[in-house]
């Protein structure tokens, strides 16, 4: 987990979380340095079952974007590829059992009074929430899914004043090729780069990491983050850092980050939170 120390940010983009005159304030907060990696998420998986978890997917090492993986990974190196086809609602249930697996509060619920943690990812979300019916214990300190605003706060290397805070990409300012720093659809997809044997999402933490140590914020998988996903560019100057207005939201999608094909800082899209995806999103987590 990588420290990073908060601020208030007011935005001066048309893109990302911190568009112009919308002022974003966060507290410091830690995130991990890579991707969740198969071999963790399985190790975790295994234990949480046993202790009455139940997941909708079993989720596996990614077998690369576009449908199409490579023969050439060792099972080594599968172990550290990021964890793919689960849903949002896995990924917080799973956060919640490597919290209580690690000794920590978890963070998700099921009521408002914290009663009960949430551990079914069965359920499908209640018509009039999109989170269905999850609430965050604000003050856990156990593992979660970051904000939008803490992904997207961090990809950029977590200082507003230094010159990282506007490369497009997370530890680069080359608009034409980022491939030091990310994979992504150029080096990374088998019919753009037919001369790679080792196409498809790769083992984490193989590119260089961006100015807060932080590997592959751009490119490899789409990270799931918390927030509910609006419309892209339709993010309000007085919208809150999380629960945009409801009478916008696509219902019970929320927000991906740092897709392959759409691998610079700001660019947003939206999953529905009940969806495998498929091989491409995976996610990282985050905690007070």
């Known amino acids: 987990m990588v420290e990073i120390t908060g601020g208030a940010v007011t935005g001066s983009g048309n893109e990302g979380a911190f568009t112009t005159r919308r002022t974003i304030s966060l507290q410091n907060f830690k995130i991990a340095a890579y991707e969740t990696t198969w071999e963790l998420w399985k190790e975790v998986y295994d234990r949480a079952i046993t202790r009455g978890y139940t997941f909708e997917n079993e989720g596996q090492e990614a077998i690369g974007g576009s449908g199409t993986g490579s023969d050439m990974w060792t099972p080594e190196q599968k172990k550290t590829r990021p964890v793919t086809l689960i849903s949002w609602r896995d990924m917080i249930v799973w956060c919640n059992a490597y919290s209580e697996l690690s000794g920590k509060t978890p963070v998700y619920y099921t009521d408002g009074n914290y009663t009960t943690v949430l551990?079914?990812?069965?359920?499908?979300?209640?018509?009039?929430?999109?989170?269905?019916?999850?609430?965050?214990?604000?003050?856990?300190?156990?593992?979660?899914?970051?904000?939008?605003?803490?992904?997207?706060?961090?990809?950029?290397?977590?200082?507003?004043?230094?010159?990282?805070?506007?490369?497009?990409?997370?530890?680069?300012?080359?608009?034409?090729?980022?491939?030091?720093?990310?994979?992504?659809?150029?080096?990374?997809?088998?019919?753009?780069?037919?001369?790679?044997?080792?196409?498809?999402?790769?083992?984490?933490?193989?590119?260089?990491?961006?100015?807060?140590?932080?590997?592959?914020?751009?490119?490899?998988?789409?990270?799931?983050?918390?927030?509910?996903?609006?419309?892209?560019?339709?993010?309000?100057?007085?919208?809150?850092?999380?629960?945009?207005?409801?009478?916008?939201?696509?219902?019970?999608?929320?927000?991906?980050?740092?897709?392959?094909?759409?691998?610079?800082?700001?660019?947003?899209?939206g999953v529905s939170a009940t969806f495998a995806a498929e091989g491409n999103i995976g996610f990282r987590v985050a905690s007070n």
């Open 119 to 269: 551990k079914e990812s069965t359920a499908a979300p209640a018509s009039s929430t999109p989170n269905g019916t999850v609430v965050m214990k604000p003050d856990a300190d156990g593992y979660r899914l970051p904000t939008e605003a803490e992904w997207e706060y961090a990809a950029r290397g977590g200082n507003p004043s230094a010159p990282a805070w506007s490369y497009p990409y997370a530890g680069t300012d080359s608009e034409a090729s980022p491939g030091e720093y990310a994979w992504y659809q150029t080096n990374y997809v088998r019919g753009l780069a037919p001369d790679h044997k080792d196409y498809g999402v790769h083992p984490v933490g193989t590119k260089l990491p961006n100015a807060a140590g932080l590997y592959d914020m751009s490119g490899n998988v789409g990270e799931f983050v918390w927030d509910w996903f609006i419309g892209v560019g339709s993010l309000s100057p007085d919208a809150p850092v999380t629960g945009p207005d409801p009478s916008r939201l696509q219902p019970y999608h929320h927000v991906v980050r740092g897709e392959l094909g759409f691998a610079a800082v700001t660019i947003r899209s």
